[in-house]
């Protein structure tokens, strides 16, 4: 998604109206680290043919042939598989780069029937109940199964991933295999990715567009070499401050192994650097002071990058 054969196919959704799509885009800074990880959104951003304000949108959109791939919820995915039907449109679930997250349930607060509530929660989260979020349709035999629509849900409970349940369910998959834990001390990037994407991407989306079809259109190595570290650049605010390019390429190595000499030198600087920005993030006048900020710099450095590739074609 990230590359030049995707420009203007890619469907995404606006992470300060998706939380899911926010989780998404937090998950890729952690996993990749916040350089690599903005690197690669970027391109994709610079890909994308539009910023949905509902992941519901997207699902559809790709399978009515008005992008070719798109970022969603794996149930609005899958659902959509398969009302389309016919192996025309899939759900991928990248191992270690998908966002995988329980549903919550809680009873409210004043609820008229607590207790009857309470019984329905811990119902819910029983075997028998939990299957059903996976069961396929008129299954032979079965006593409890979903008679018009499949939820296309997976089980919260790990004791239900076993080949007697999977085997009647329609997508046979674990998520337990597909996840894997973040070290201990990598932090969370949530609360500023919504902020980031719009200063970055959303608010000057055409600008992007422009600066990045200007890049793999370029023909001349040198000259798109120096035009992709032009627009890789960020504020100076939006810039993990490294303390030599050794620790920029090995971090996560460091980050990983407790005993290692520079850990918890990495641990510091991931504190300091995320620690203002949250703190930032919480007062509107810090959010639109800072948003101004960053869309003057990124419009400034798309603007250079379509220079350079004017340059290079005169």
Same mark, same amino acid.
């Given at each position: 998604?990230? /590359? ?19 989780? /998404? ?22 890909? #994308? ?15 009515? =042939? ?13 659902? *959509?598989?398969?009302?389309? =039907?016919?192996?025309?449109? #899939? ?6 780069? /998908? ?70 369910? /329609? ?6 295999? *597909? ?57 100076? *605010? ?20 407790? =005993? ?55």
């Amino acid at each position: 998604m990230a /590359t030049g054969e995707y420009f203007n196919w890619i469907a995404l959704a606006d992470p300060s109206h998706s939380g899911s799509i926010a989780v /998404t885009y937090n998950l890729i800074l952690r996993r990749l680290g916040w350089d690599d990880g903005w690197s690669m959104l970027r391109r994709v951003f610079g890909n #994308a043919r539009y910023f949905a304000s509902s992941a519901s949108k997207i699902p559809i959109d790709v399978s009515a =042939g008005e992008a070719a791939v798109g970022m969603c919820i794996d149930f609005y995915g899958r659902f *959509q598989a398969g009302a389309i =039907g016919g192996g025309r449109v #899939a759900y991928v679930a990248p191992r270690y780069l /998908t966002a995988i997250t329980a549903d919550p349930i809680s009873i409210l607060r004043g609820a008229p029937h607590p207790d009857l509530a309470h019984e329905f929660v811990l119902w819910l989260l029983r075997p028998e109940p939990q299957n059903l979020w996976q069961r396929c349709l008129h299954l032979p035999r079965v006593r409890v199964a979903p008679v018009r629509f499949e939820l296309r849900r997976l089980p919260v409970r790990r004791d239900l991933y076993t080949d007697q349940y999977i085997q009647g369910w /329609t997508d046979q998959v674990n998520p337990f295999d *597909q996840a894997r834990s973040f070290p201990v001390n990598m932090p969370s990037f949530y609360s500023v990715v919504g902020l980031v994407c719009h200063a970055m991407a959303i608010d000057i989306h055409d600008e992007l567009r422009d600066a990045w079809r200007a890049i793999i259109s370029c023909k001349e190595p040198v000259c798109r070499e120096k035009m992709i570290g032009v627009f890789d650049q960020m504020p100076a *605010q939006l810039i993990l401050p490294w303390t030599d390019d050794e620790l920029r390429r090995s971090w996560q190595e460091n980050l990983q192994d407790e =005993g290692h000499g520079r850990h918890h030198e990495v641990v510091s600087i991931l504190a300091k650097f995320v620690g203002p920005l949250q703190s930032g993030m919480q007062g509107q006048q810090w959010r639109v002071k800072q948003r101004s900020r960053w869309i003057k710099f990124f419009r400034a450095q798309y603007q250079q990058v379509r220079c350079l590739a004017e340059e290079d074609y005169w």
